[in-house]
């Protein structure tokens, strides 16, 4: 298995283990404000993160106490705009989004050495007029 590979494993899991510690800390909580606690996957999770808000703005005229799914009263688990759209843009997205990071950054790395080797660098100029020629 190529290091790439594993450091992309290893990044999902830690992603996959704060999201499990995230959600537990928004079900179990008493903390009002609740939802800034997915704030800390706004860098983490950048090109996904602007979706969940676009997602969450485009349906924050669903109201969490119009949907008691599953509880009588209301609760982060009756939001779906500020528990399961961030839950599933993050706990799922995110998580695969650090698994194929390694991935695309080693093969980016890889075309952008191939094509600095391509160019000629100016030790390599067949010109040998120096500079104040």
Request: with cysteine; glycine share 6%; hydrophobic share 50%.
């Amino acid at each position: 298995m190529k290091i790439k590979n594993i450091v992309g494993l290893v990044l999902a899991a830690l992603h996959g283990a704060l999201i499990v510690y995230v959600v537990k800390l928004i079900v179990s909580g008493i903390e009002p404000d609740w939802p800034m606690y997915w704030m800390i996957f706004i860098t983490i999770d950048f090109p996904f993160s602007l979706l969940a808000m676009v997602i969450g703005n485009l349906l924050d005229w669903i109201s969490p106490d119009k949907l008691l799914w599953f509880s009588p009263n209301i609760s982060p688990l009756n939001d779906v705009v500020n528990f399961w759209i961030p839950l599933f843009v993050f706990g799922v997205l995110g998580t695969l989004w650090q698994a194929i990071l390694p991935s695309l950054l080693t093969s980016a790395y890889k075309k952008l050495k191939r094509k600095m080797s391509k160019t000629r660098s100016p030790d390599q100029c067949t010109d040998n007029r120096k500079i104040g020629d």
